[in-house]
């Protein structure tokens, strides 16, 4: 008897899912594609880009997480189509290759609102080059301000101003991030430069922050993030964004560095089926996360628009792309025997949590909130556990304990720049002594 032949696009949380509910499965081959070779944590990432983790510390390697999986192969390509009527999806390399049962766990990308010329300026956080690009950017900036502070004062404004645009849970762990990092190290190991100098402003267009949790969760992050000095802006639109400046609401701010954390646009799963995606491009689902009329083809995690109870969207968050996950091998088990799942598809939420910095945190259970030490105790608690192996979980726990009790980075690396540091807008030369 043929085995049956499963695809999976995606090795984030979802397509792991996926793929490790299957692995009992004798009469099942595998294939799991993905771009990259590693799966990343992105719930962590953010802390790659402020010095708090190094890369390798929230990523493995696919091929290392399934090397136990018999029923398993894992191949470095990227989709660029799918053909539902043959049953194909169309890879980079040239490779047609055929399924039975396909799943897309894509996730999703920045969205700037049409405005992808932005993209250069004010880079997101999405990948592990996104991360350390944007470290670079701040760690650069900073020792661009200690060489230059006291040369250039007519610059001192820009050289320690850091924009994040976007006020969601990536925004204000960004914020609190950038603001610890660089008040820390500009007073503990800079000469020129403390930690008065620095600028941290955070800008969401919406009337609150963390506009998915609880007013008062809101006004409580909000506060948390002040106390930092960290400037929230609310109500205000970014409507310009170049090289060296922002503008919001109408008032152009000389930055540093600018960071993205506003949007984000779902892979291009919809046009490869064909089919009408949401505003945001993802595919909509049914209970059962197939496609209409393609039962055969499953979409879930920030790919797939799926109605929860109430008729409100699924949110794309990890703990709900692991549950797609495991209900898809059910269902794909559920087939194979001959009985398939009638039950649709029910996210159940543990909660939501958002980190602001150093024993700072909310977290909102539906029942009951938390906030302050011990919503940052649970989200601690909560992003080990969500780490891929035992092995990121006891290193990410022991640089945290080490960072709780030294305040320090040790993931400070610039790369990348062959030892040029950039301009940042500014052209006058440096006035030596004579």
Same mark, same amino acid.
């Given at each position: ?252 701010? *000389? @930055?540093?560095?600018?960071?993205? #954390? =506003?949007?984000? &646009?779902?892979?291009?799963? $919809? /046009? ?40 409100? *969207? @699924?949110?794309?968050?990890?703990? #709900? =792309?692991?549950? &797609?996950?495991?209900?898809? $091998? /059910? ?56 780490? $891929? ?46």
């Amino acid at each position: 008897m043929a085995k049956r032949h499963i695809v999976v696009i995606g090795a984030g949380f979802g397509g792991l899912a996926v793929a490790r509910g299957l692995r009992h499965a004798r009469d099942v081959e595998l294939t799991i594609i993905d771009k990259q070779n590693h799966h990343l944590f992105q719930p962590l990432l953010y802390q790659v880009a402020t010095a708090a983790l190094s890369p390798a510390e929230i990523a493995a390697p696919v091929r290392t997480i399934l090397r136990h999986q018999r029923n398993a192969r894992v191949l470095l390509d990227e989709v660029v189509g799918v053909d539902s009527d043959a049953r194909q999806v169309r890879l980079a390399s040239g490779i047609a290759l055929g399924y039975d049962e396909l799943v897309i766990a894509t996730g999703a990308r920045h969205s700037y609102f049409g405005r992808d010329d932005w993209a250069e300026h004010a880079p997101g956080i999405k990948t592990i080059d996104d991360a350390t690009r944007v470290r670079a950017q701040i760690l650069r900036a900073l020792e661009r301000a200690e060489t230059e502070r006291q040369q250039m004062p007519e610059t001192r404004g820009q050289q320690l101003t850091f924009v994040v645009i976007g006020g969601g849970p990536t925004g204000v762990e960004m914020a609190g991030a950038i603001a610890e990092l660089t008040r820390h190290a500009a007073d503990l190991e800079f000469r020129y430069i403390t930690g008065a100098c620095v600028r941290v402003l955070l800008v969401e267009a919406g009337p609150r922050l963390l506009a998915s949790f609880p007013e008062a969760l809101s006004a409580k992050a909000k506060l948390a993030l002040e106390q930092l000095g960290v400037e929230v802006r609310l109500g205000a639109a970014v409507t310009a964004i170049d090289a060296d400046s922002v503008t919001v609401a109408g008032q152009r701010v *000389p @930055v540093a560095a600018t960071i993205w #954390a =506003a949007g984000v &646009q779902a892979s291009p799963a $919809a /046009r490869w089926l064909g089919v009408a995606g949401d505003r945001a491009g993802r595919v909509p689902v049914g209970p059962d996360l197939t496609v209409p009329d393609m039962p055969n083809i499953f979409v879930i995690g920030d790919t797939a628009m799926v109605t929860g109870e109430g008729g409100k *969207p @699924v949110p794309g968050v990890a703990p #709900a =792309a692991k549950q &797609q996950g495991h209900y898809v $091998a /059910r269902a794909i088990l559920a087939r194979l025997r001959g009985q398939p799942l009638t039950a649709p598809f029910v996210y159940k939420n543990y909660g939501n949590l958002a980190t602001i910095g150093r024993q700072r945190a909310v977290a909102d259970f539906g029942w009951t909130t938390l906030s302050g030490y011990a919503a940052w105790f649970v989200w601690s608690t909560a992003h080990l556990y969500y780490l $891929a192996d035992f092995r990121s979980r006891l290193i990410v726990g022991a640089q945290w304990m080490w960072s709780y009790l030294t305040f320090d980075r040790g993931a400070r690396l610039i790369t990348g720049i062959d030892g040029a540091m950039p301009k940042l807008g500014w052209t006058e030369p440096v006035k030596r002594a004579a």
